[in-house]
Nanobody, 129 residues
Framework: QVQLVESGGGVVQAGGSVRLSCVASGRTFSSYRMGWFRQAPGKEREFVAAISWSGGSIYYAVYADSVKGRFTISRDNSKNTVYLQMNSLKPEDTAVYYC???????????????????WGQGTQVTVSS
């Protein structure tokens, strides 16, 4: 069992930066792949980024308003924490950001939201124009 607690959200101006943190309970954090998702009002929860247990594999979402190049996912297994550094924020990045964990291997096929077993409660990020 893994419990996840996100923090770091808030209100930021467009062009600004925010770093989200997600602390996981349990002693097996280093064996879990970790991910970040986001959900804007009226929209489905969407994948943002994911990182393997070792940090050796990282994936970012590729869609119309790509986060790659602006967002960076990282983890510190000694602190049971995964981070999402978000730079050059845009109003369309406004959403509730969720941390997720799963014990299966991270591949392109396992990034869909239904393939993550553990979720945090979410943290709101609001980007003002």
């Amino acid at each position: 069992q893994v419990q996840l607690v996100e923090s770091g959200g808030g209100v930021v101006q467009a062009g600004g930066s925010v770093r989200l943190s997600c602390v996981a309970s349990g002693r097996t954090f280093s064996s879990y792949r970790m991910g970040w998702f986001r959900q804007a009002p009226g929209k489905e929860r969407e994948f943002v980024a994911a990182i393997s247990w070792s940090g050796g594999s990282i994936y970012y979402a590729v869609y119309a308003d790509s986060v790659k190049g602006r967002f960076t996912i990282s983890r510190d297994n000694s602190k049971n924490t995964v981070y999402l550094q978000m730079n050059s924020l845009k109003p369309e990045d406004t959403a509730v950001y969720y941390c997720a964990a799963d014990s299966s291997r991270l591949t392109i096929a396992t990034m869909a939201r239904y393939q993550w077993n553990y979720w945090g409660q979410g943290t709101q990020v609001t980007v003002s124009s």
